[in-house]
């Protein structure tokens, strides 16, 4: 099957970026993304680049080279899946809030929505795509959903879980690793299989295309974003040693790091980890091994997530600490809110949870990131349902640029590590800070000995 026709069900952090670069490697492809987002969409049709939703190196120059050519943004949903010959989904698949697997199990009624409106839409065979990360053996519910209230028409389910880490998702895109399909054995799933790997091989090279069964594509997904977390919470567990045993973690990570067996990726002390994949599809795996009673399973993985919350717990404990047991109407200053540099993602983000915890003991919070803004922040706050709207408002302050957020600072916490903060004239940060003026690295990436020349009170991550 030559596919001619493609729609994306979903234009957030995944389908967005993922169809940008498909529609600019595939000219000769149709590539229509949905949401029923008005507002969403209407952000991706803006004239003016800097106005997309999503903030990545790279993305903006591909969306305003491809759209109106061949990559169209829209709120009409049956249009586009009536249309497409291959319809992927990437929906948000957040945990459960709710019922059995609250806290852990992947919520799927996104999901099966957007299986349901396909089966009811669909008058021609399709091949639907999984693009959104899912629990093993998601495929199955979605073709009897498929299958059972459609058309009669046939439908060829495929798995083919993105591996994009935000920031770099444009790099990720252009040059992946590898690109996993997980299909049918059948001659109608290896034709579907063939299709998915025509598109890519448009510019990614048949060696680097991996076709597995579904299952083991599904699961794989879950699994490598396990592994990463697993390192970075295992460094992270090693640098409260390092603390109290007089080692610095960086040293520690270079030593490992280059031994060929274990390598260098992922080995940075920080705050945490965050993000909208690594504790979802850790909670979702947890869930998976205890349905299937893999206690022991199940209990390893989840250590992965109570280290992470442990180092954020830390991180905020040790300021208080280190400020003489209070921060009551103390400003600390918050340099990064995003969970990572390159984005304005912060799901998940340490910032949050150190600014909640800051403020339960009356800390004044003033943030500048260069990317989020002021009311993603208090939004982000507000979810945690801690304490009031009002209050949320009254104990954090949004400035423009960090000069005037460290102003009249007792602290400030790196939470992100943008690459500007490093360029900083920190003589004049320190010259308008309360003394002694601390500073708390929860990212590793200034230069300790030079502040503490400057007259800061150092705190790294770990040393």
């Known amino acids: 099957m030559k596919i001619t026709k493609i729609c994306c069900i979903g234009a957030g952090y995944v389908g967005g970026p993922t169809m940008a670069v498909i529609a600019q490697k595939c000219p000769h492809i149709q590539v229509t993304v949905v949401d029923l987002n008005e507002q969403r969409i209407a952000d991706w049709n803006d004239p003016n680049p800097e106005n997309i939703p999503i903030y990545e190196p790279g993305l903006s120059e591909i969306v305003s080279e491809a759209r109106g050519r061949n990559l169209f943004f829209s709120t009409d949903v049956d249009k586009a899946i009536d249309e497409a010959q291959m319809i992927f989904i990437s929906v948000n698949t957040p945990t459960k809030t709710y019922g059995k697997g609250k806290g852990m199990a992947a919520d799927l009624k996104y999901i099966e929505l957007c299986a349901r409106q396909i089966a009811k839409v669909a008058k021609q065979n399709k091949i639907v795509v999984e693009k959104s990360t899912l ?226 003991e009356q800390a004044r919070i003033s943030v500048y990131d260069p990317k989020v803004s002021q009311n993603k922040m208090l939004n982000d706050l507000d979810y945690l349902e801690t304490r009031s709207k009002q209050d949320n408002a009254n104990y954090l302050n949004v400035f423009d640029n960090a000069y005037e957020a460290c102003k009249d600072a007792h602290a400030v916490a790196i939470l992100t590590e943008w690459d500007e903060f490093a360029t900083y004239d920190w003589k004049r940060i320190y010259d308008a800070m309360h003394k002694p003026a601390f500073i708390f690295d929860g990212r590793n990436i200034l230069d300790a000995k030079q502040l503490e020349e400057i007259g800061f009170v150092y705190n790294g991550i770990g040393s």
């Open 135 to 360: 629990p093993v053996r998601t495929a199955e519910a979605i073709k009897s959903i498929l299958d059972n209230t459609g058309n009669g028409v046939q439908f060829q389910i495929l798995s083919n879980p993105e591996f994009l880490a935000e920031g770099t998702a444009v790099t990720d895109l252009l040059n992946p690793d590898r690109i996993l399909i997980g299909g049918d054995t059948t001659p109608e799933g290896e034709e579907a299989i063939n299709a998915l790997i025509e598109v890519y091989s448009n510019w990614v090279s048949k060696d680097r295309i991996l076709t597995t069964n579904v299952w083991s594509s599904e699961l794989s997904k879950l699994t490598a974003n396990a592994f990463l977390a697993q390192r970075i919470s295992s460094i992270n567990a090693m640098s409260e040693l390092c603390e109290k045993t007089g080692a610095n973690v960086s040293e520690v990570a270079k030593a490992i790091g280059m031994d060929s067996r274990i390598g260098s990726k992922f080995l940075k002390a920080s705050v945490g980890f965050g993000g909208s994949c690594f504790q979802k599809d850790i909670l979702n795996l947890v869930y998976i091994a205890k349905s299937y009673g893999l206690s022991e399973v199940a209990d390893y993985w989840e250590q992965v997530i109570i280290m992470n919350d442990h180092q954020k717990r830390r991180f905020s404990n040790k300021i208080v600490q280190t400020l003489y047991n209070t921060v009551a109407d103390k400003k600390i200053a918050f340099l990064g809110w995003a969970f990572k540099k390159d984005t304005n993602d912060t799901r998940e983000s340490a910032a949050i949870y150190v600014a909640d915890d800051l403020i339960n």
